[in-house]
């Protein structure tokens, strides 16, 4: 059974600075890695998704890269904003449509 | 290009009732899948529908039913409620039952007294 882990569960840190938010998985047999970006209360938007032959992706600020061998991915974002504040989930998925997620890390960025 | 739509957004219902929620799914979507997500926790997967039959489903009960319309739309159908089905309720859509990305919507919130 695949198993997602986030840590930390909730990260708050200044303006300006750069963070990087973790994510494991069980079993490295995934099709491919997705980020997502939750505000409180809504859905969720899609930041960054890998596919199992790629190693990273970027968009603007982000950055995610993927070691599948060892079961990990890292969500680094650069020169954080207080808009940045939300829950960030990964999700993996192996095969077919379903999603696994983790619990999510919720981040605070202080002005 | 309208998105993945859900409603109601917010539902309150008391134990033991029924309750059905539903989505339609962005524009050139034919696939939806349906998530449970309680406060504080990621998404657990409930059911996929595709081509109007269920083609994968989670660790659910049987009340927890439901159904995709020649339009693609689908609904989610929650029978004999109790307080754990508290949670906001997510739809995804995509093309296909393949690879392509999943697009959500902003999710039901259903609070059961």
């Known amino acids: 059974k695949q198993e997602v882990t986030q840590i930390p569960a909730a990260l708050s840190v200044p303006e300006g600075e750069n963070l990087v938010l973790n994510c494991s998985f069980t079993d490295s047999a995934i099709y491919n890695l997705q980020w997502f970006r939750q505000d409180p209360g809504k859905g969720l938007t899609s930041l960054l998704l890998?596919?199992?032959?790629?190693r990273e992706q970027t968009s603007g600020r982000l950055n995610a890269s993927l070691d599948k061998s060892s079961g990990r991915s890292t969500l680094y974002i650069a020169a954080s904003q207080p808009g940045d504040s939300a829950t960030y989930l990964c999700?993996?998925?192996?095969?077919?449509?379903?999603?696994?997620f983790g619990q999510g890390t919720r981040l605070t960025i202080n002005p | 290009d309208a998105g993945v739509t859900q409603s109601p957004t917010h539902l309150i219902k008391t134990r033991g009732q029924q309750v059905t929620l539903r989505c339609s799914p962005k524009?050139?979507?034919?696939?939806v899948s349906w998530y449970q997500q309680a406060l504080g926790q990621g998404p657990q997967f409930i059911f996929q529908y595709y081509e109007e039959e269920e083609r994968q489903r989670g660790n659910f009960p049987d009340r927890f039913s439901g159904h995709q319309f020649p339009n693609y739309s689908s609904e989610l159908n929650v029978n004999a409620l109790l307080l754990g089905d508290s949670a906001l309720y997510l739809c995804?859509?995509?093309f296909g039952a393949g690879d392509q990305p999943q697009h959500f919507g902003d999710g039901t919130r259903l609070s059961i007294l």
């Open positions: 995804a859509s995509s």
């Open positions: 890998i596919q199992s032959s790629q």
């Open positions: 524009s050139g979507h034919d696939t």
């Open positions: 999700a993996v998925r192996r095969g077919a449509q379903k999603l696994v």
